[in-house]
């Protein structure tokens, strides 16, 4: 059992990756790509670590005009 939201991600994960890989290449398009939309919403919901710096922006160019 996950204890904490991170842990609870994870484990959605693993469950819908297992889920999709088991899946016959042959048929259940719509379930394919429903576990797929899961996976993706799972990515965008997991907290990034605490230590992470924040990624760098685009560099900024000097008003030319």
Known sequence: MPT???DAIAE???LCAAARAKLPA???HRL???LD???LDLTRERPA???AA???GPAEE???R
Do not use: Y
């Open 32 to 34: 394919r790509v429903l």
């Open 12 to 14: 959605a994960a693993t």
């Open 4 to 6: 904490n939201d991170a």
């Open 62 to 64: 000097p008003d030319r």
């Open 26 to 28: 042959s048929g259940f």
């Open 54 to 56: 924040p990624p760098p």
């Open 49 to 51: 670590p605490q230590s």
């Open 37 to 39: 939309m899961i996976l």
